[in-house]
């Protein structure tokens, strides 16, 4: 079974400060790299994704890096707002479904205003 | 916007039982799925399925099967409920490849 591990489990910021959510995989063949986005009683839903072919990815104040070599990802959350605490998932996929994920363990993000 | 519906928010229901829950999509997509959600665990495939009456097995199969006898709809079925299969149930579906999961609201199960 193909793993992702994530880090930190949990992680509490303040307003204005910068949510830092880490990624390692193991199967080189992974070529689609999302992050989703869940809130209280809701279903998980995609906030950002990227491919190998960069190194990063900026949308907004997110922004996912990612090191091939070192076969890890990472989402920044810059400017942290209250109303981005959220549970967020990390996923990889490769082939030709995106569908077919296998997700990290999760990170709860508290935002203090 | 694509809209995945589960059925059911919340089930209670006893050891040995038959569940089933059942999920609709609204957007013709060919790619169904169901997601199994525990804390410290994250999101774990259970089935999935490309088309109609087609399925496969994702990484947890062991005590459930699917049905999908129509392309919007995609049921899980627990044979015979047992407490460890207490948890969040998510269904999920894609169009063609390259385009996000969307899902639904999830159930959230309790075997007693």
């Known amino acids: 079974q193909q793993q992702v591990k994530q880090s930190p489990q949990s992680l509490i910021v303040q307003k204005g400060g910068i949510s830092i959510i880490n990624c390692a995989y193991e199967?080189?063949?992974?070529?689609?790299f999302p992050w989703y986005q869940q809130f209280p009683g809701k279903g998980p839903a995609l906030l950002i994704a990227i491919r190998p072919d960069v190194s990063e990815k900026k949308e907004g104040r997110f922004t996912i890096s990612f090191n091939k070599s070192a076969k890890q990802f990472s989402l920044h959350i810059m400017d942290s707002q209250p109303g981005d605490s959220a549970t967020y998932f990390c996923a990889t996929a490769g082939g030709t479904s995106y569908g077919k994920l296998t997700f990290g363990q999760g990170t709860i993000l508290t935002v203090h205003p | 916007d694509v809209k995945v519906t589960q059925s059911s928010r919340y089930l209670v229901k006893r050891t040995g039982e038959k569940v089933f829950l059942e999920c609709v999509q609204d957007?013709?997509?060919?790619?169904m799925f169901w997601y199994r959600q525990d804390p410290g665990l994250g999101l774990r495939l259970i089935y999935f399925?490309?088309?109609?009456?087609?399925?496969e097995k994702g990484d947890i199969p062991e005590g459930y099967s699917v049905s999908r006898e129509k392309k919007e709809r995609f049921s899980l079925i627990l044979e015979s409920a047992s407490t460890n299969q207490t948890s969040m149930y998510l269904c999920?579906?894609?169009?063609?490849?390259?385009?996000?999961?969307?899902f639904g609201n999830g159930t959230r199960l309790t075997v007693t």
């Open positions: 199967n080189t063949a992974f070529d689609y």
């Open positions: 399925s490309y088309d109609v009456k087609m399925k």
């Open positions: 957007m013709d997509h060919e790619n």
């Open positions: 999920a579906s894609t169009g063609i490849i390259n385009s996000p999961l969307h």
